[in-house]
């Protein structure tokens, strides 16, 4: 399937002309070299703002890292099938219900 790509910043090549037509451009006019520093000090600011940082949560069962997950606005993610099977349980998954189904022989 396809990648997320929402964190993507696609910014227009000729949105930043600086009021230099198309044709001007064409014809080898340039923007001052200030107007463009001031430019991409701006793109790199928001681009860092737009960064998010994932924190990494690690799954331990009786002292050994079994998977590796992400903690998302306070909600710890983390693959059901390595941590079912470390506690002995077989995992399932119902697809006309979409459903998980965590089986445990206990």
């Not at 600086?18 to 928001?46: C, D, M, Y």
């Not at 703002?49 to 009786?62: D, F, L, M, Y």
Request: aromatic share 8%.
């Amino acid at each position: 399937m396809g990648r997320d790509w929402s964190s993507f910043k696609d910014y227009p090549h000729f949105q930043l002309s600086f009021g230099l037509t198309i044709g001007e451009l064409l014809g080898g006019a340039r923007p001052a070299t200030s107007a463009v520093e001031a430019a991409n000090k701006l793109i790199n600011l928001q681009e860092q703002q737009a960064v998010k940082s994932i924190t990494t949560a690690v799954v331990n069962v009786n002292g050994c890292k079994i998977a590796e997950g992400y903690i998302k606005e306070g909600v710890t993610y983390v693959l059901v099938r390595a941590v079912a099977e470390a506690l002995g349980a077989s995992v399932g998954f119902n697809a006309a219900t979409r459903t998980v189904e965590i089986t445990s022989s206990r």
